[in-house]
């Protein structure tokens, strides 16, 4: 049995570094999390760990810290292997590993990164449940929360301590489709538009430029895009539909609201108009001129000559439920040292 | 509507384009000249890199001041420096840069803010140092760029340099260019702090990483960077990752990359591909406009590469000029 393991060596080092004061984790840190998430999938019977490769310093961070601890024999940790995937820095490593981890069989993929990196895995995860750990800048999808527990209720779920109607949380999705098919990509969170037309340095932060909004679930304790629909109608990640938000600037809109916009970053955005965003009931974009954000990043654009539709999908893909499974462990008592965890 | 989605009008888009296609051409045809014996020293060419140049010097003045590497001639051509002059410092000719003294890892003009490519890994960082506290001192909103490779970052001058900066609070920008390759050795081998980031931040400064392969990219994140340092914000770090079509320098067997890397950089990550793509597809310019900068480029390195090879040498009697100073 093994569990899938994606850690993104450049999350939080874009732009918002210095026009936010957003947080910067040193790959050392992101390294010392993984031994921390190895740890504890093994105190839970977990004998193997397969990891996507990467150039950024994470691996041999792993591979001189494991060389460490097998010296010391402190902890135990489950063997670490890497797909057999290519790296070349893009995002397309974080699409082949994963599809190669759910055709190796993993029971679940532990995801370290923001919400970009989550995006990523969940388009290839097919059904196998995703466990997030944030370490990226704005973290709206994944919980803040110390990655030993991660680590724990992953380690609980996938050997059957706990029933899958309680570790395993289905997700909403958004899908995006230009021109029936032409392009086609997913949000796990938030899909904006932006008059800025250009990807440039990707990230999004000049709110005036913002016009439109879909979010999944609008959660007003996160920071970023999701924030906006977040302070207007908070919705639920269980909820069966999401919010669509209208904007203009804030120069001419009524109704102006302040949003956490990113990291320290609290700016004025102008609210035309929001509606509840049904399931499998597609919104057209307006036939101007944009760029598409997935999650924080400026992705796709669009002129008037295209039509753009964005719709909401149910069951989307799976997450393991920490808090879920933490709370059953309590209650059962699961880690009773009288009682083998593995 | 106007067709351009940039941030840059038409007329700055074409001045990026020249700058991209005059640092090309330039550096291809030193590759096919050096083969040919004529040209003196060591060249380590640009080619690949251009975006990097090209979008950090589009947000510069030509008061502000550059420091650069041993691969400095894109850095130069992005920062003003005159084309011609610098192809006769290549040949070592009296009409060049810097009289022929220089050759091409120290060409320096000072009046358009290059204070020199730098055969001295890292040796650039405190000049730029310098630049910044000057700049600091006059209060005249100018800033000091330091270019590194990713091998100088090991450079003690360079994390020194770091230090510097933040401490006197310096409006100095740092650019890594990370082509990937420290001459010929790895980062597996040689670097224990992966990330040039994770450097910035243990000095107390942000860092950011881009794609130095797009244009857009690199001018979007230096733009903020440099508009925080001029108005008192701070040095801050920039890393571009991108890919270099030569070897370390010219004559470089590469036997240390891939079968077939070339070939692929060259066909999928090329910077001014890119940037043609981005802004043909987009019709901010038409293709039109392009040829006739390529045209103009083309006469502009032929008439550079044959005056500069029927330049004079410089002379016995030139032997001291340029080389001390009285203040």
């Known amino acids: 049995m093994k569990v899938g393991l994606v850690a993104n060596p450049v999350s939080a080092r874009d732009i918002r570094r210095v026009i936010a004061n957003a947080a910067c984790m040193p790959i050392a840190d992101r390294a010392n999390i993984v031994l921390r998430v190895m740890a504890a999938l093994r105190a839970c019977g977990v004998p193997r760990v397969l990891m996507m490769p990467e150039n950024g310093g994470i691996r041999r961070h792993l591979t001189r810290s494991l060389k460490h601890e097998n010296k010391l024999g402190h902890v135990d940790f489950p063997s670490l292997h890497y797909t057999d995937t290519s790296v070349t820095g893009a995002v397309e490593d974080t699409f082949a590993a994963t599809q190669a981890m759910v055709q190796e069989g993993v029971k679940a993929i532990i995801v370290l990164g923001g919400d970009g990196t989550h995006r990523a895995v969940a388009k290839h995860c097919r059904q196998i449940a995703i466990a997030g750990i944030s370490t990226g800048t704005n973290n709206a999808f994944p919980e803040q929360r110390e990655s030993t527990i991660t680590g724990l209720a992953v380690g609980l779920a996938v050997t059957g301590k706990i029933p899958s109607e309680i570790a395993v949380f289905p997700n909403k999705m958004l899908k995006v489709e230009k021109n029936e098919g032409e392009i086609s990509d997913i949000a796990i969170v938030d899909v904006a538009v932006t008059t800025e037309r250009y990807i440039g340095a990707r990230a999004l932060w000049r709110s005036d430029n913002f016009r439109e909004l879909f979010v999944t679930y609008a959660d007003p304790e996160v920071i970023g895009l999701s924030a906006i629909a977040g302070l207007l109608k908070p919705v639920g990640r269980h909820e069966p539909f999401g919010l669509h938000v209208r904007m203009q600037s804030s120069d001419t809109a009524k109704t102006i609201i302040r949003v956490p916009i990113a990291p320290g970053l609290i700016r004025p955005v102008g609210v035309l108009d929001f509606e509840d965003f049904p399931v499998q009931e597609p919104i057209y974009l307006s036939p101007e001129s944009g760029m598409i954000a997935l999650d924080g990043e400026r992705e796709i654009d669009y002129g008037p000559e295209d039509q753009v539709k964005v719709t909401l999908v149910q069951n989307a893909f799976n997450t393991i439920d920490v808090s879920a499974c933490m709370r059953y462990a309590g209650e059962k008592r699961l880690f009773r040292a009288d009682l083998p965890l593995i | ?327």
């Open chain 2, 1 to 327: 509507m106007s067709n351009n989605p940039f941030p840059l009008n038409r007329d700055e888009l074409l001045r990026a384009y020249r700058i991209m296609k005059t640092i090309r051409e330039f550096e291809e045809r030193v590759h096919v000249e050096f083969a040919t014996g004529d040209l003196p020293g060591f060249v380590h060419l640009y080619a690949g890199e251009e975006a990097s140049g090209a979008g950090i010097m589009m947000n510069l003045r030509q008061d502000d001041h550059i420091s650069s590497t041993h691969r400095g001639h894109g850095h130069c051509i992005a920062k003003g420096v005159e084309v011609k002059g610098m192809v006769a410092e290549l040949y070592g000719r009296s009409t060049g840069t810097c009289h022929g003294k220089g050759g091409s890892m120290h060409i320096a003009d000072l009046d358009m803010g290059m204070m020199g490519a730098n055969g001295i890994l890292g040796a650039g960082a405190p000049l730029a140092c310098g630049a910044a506290l000057a700049s600091k001192y006059k209060n005249d909103g100018t800033v000091g760029i330091s270019f590194l490779g990713d091998g100088a970052s090991n450079a003690g001058n360079f994390l020194e340099s770091l230090n510097l900066a933040a401490v006197w609070d310096l409006p100095a920008i740092f650019v890594v260019e990370n082509n990937g390759y420290a001459q010929s050795t790895s980062r597996d081998y040689a670097v224990a702090v992966d990330s040039y980031v994770d450097r910035a931040v243990g000095f107390g400064m942000p860092g950011v990483t881009v794609d130095g392969t797009d244009f857009f990219a690199v001018h979007e994140a230096a733009g903020e960077m440099i508009s925080r340092a001029r108005e008192g914000g701070g040095p801050s770090l920039l890393e571009c990752n991108m890919i270099r079509f030569y070897g370390h320098f010219e004559g470089d067997a590469q036997t240390y990359r891939g079968q077939g890397e070339v070939d692929e950089i060259r066909k999928n990550r090329d910077c001014l591909k890119k940037f043609i793509q981005q802004v043909t597809q987009t019709k901010a310019l038409k293709q039109s406009d392009l040829d006739g900068i390529d045209q103009e480029i083309s006469v502009l390195i032929n008439q550079a590469f044959d005056e500069a090879q029927k330049a004079p040498r410089p002379t016995e009697a030139d032997l001291l000029t340029d080389v001390y100073i009285s203040y």
